[in-house]
């Protein structure tokens, strides 16, 4: 069993930047790709980044590629999402999930997920 909690969210101006994590408990937190979703209001969830369980690789949608970093630190068992130069539509609650195998662009086929962390950016 893993249990995500992100954090990091928050209101801030566009062009400005934050950094979300998400915590995971249990060992086995190396062995899981992970991933970051987000949702906006009136629009379904939808993929924004990914990376493997090594950080070896990594993965964005079209539309944050460039701005966004995922990483991790698998000594403490978080994974990171660096968002620079945000836009008012990256404005959703952004949530984080783990796959044992690769994470899947369709949240719910992710073994694990949080309760997300609202993004909030200000025109």
């Known amino acids: 069993q893993v249990q995500l909690v992100e954090s990091g969210g928050g209101l801030v101006q566009a062009g400005g930047s934050l950094r979300l994590s998400c915590a995971a408990s249990?060992?086995?937190?190396?062995?899981?790709?992970m991933g970051w979703f987000r949702q906006a209001p009136g629009k379904e969830r939808e993929f924004v980044a990914a990376?493997?369980?090594?950080?070896?690789?990594?993965y964005y949608a079209d539309a944050v590629k460039g701005r966004f970093t995922i990483s991790r630190d698998n000594a403490k068992n978080t994974v990171y999402l660096q968002m620079n130069s945000l836009k008012f539509e990256d404005t959703a609650v952004y949530y984080c999930?783990?796959?044992?195998?690769?994470?899947?662009?369709?949240?719910?086929?992710?073994?694990?997920w949080g309760q997300g962390t609202q993004v909030t950016v200000s025109s």
């Open positions: 999930a783990a796959n044992r195998g690769a994470i899947s662009s369709v949240f719910y086929e992710n073994h694990y």
């Open positions: 249990g060992r086995t937190f190396s062995s899981y790709a």
């Open positions: 990376i493997t369980w090594s950080g070896g690789s990594t």
